[in-house]
């Protein structure tokens, strides 16, 4: 159920490293790959190619 995901959410972030955790919060708080990059020092195409990665690990492990 949801209560089930959201615990399983919560463990794949912990897999994430900080910098991966600080993108996703940026994110949902609406700031852009451009805004996001520039804090990270990394590239808003860097930014958009994590992103990705981890949306990719998130389905992953959430459809096990």
Known sequence: GLQAAQHTGIQVLGMLGREDQ?????????YGSKEIGLA???SGSAVRTRLQ???????????D
Do not use: F
């Open 40 to 42: 990270l020092g990394i």
């Open 22 to 30: 600080i993108l996703l919060a940026m994110r949902r708080q609406g």
């Open 53 to 63: 990665k981890v949306r990719k690990l998130l389905r992953k492990v959430l459809a």
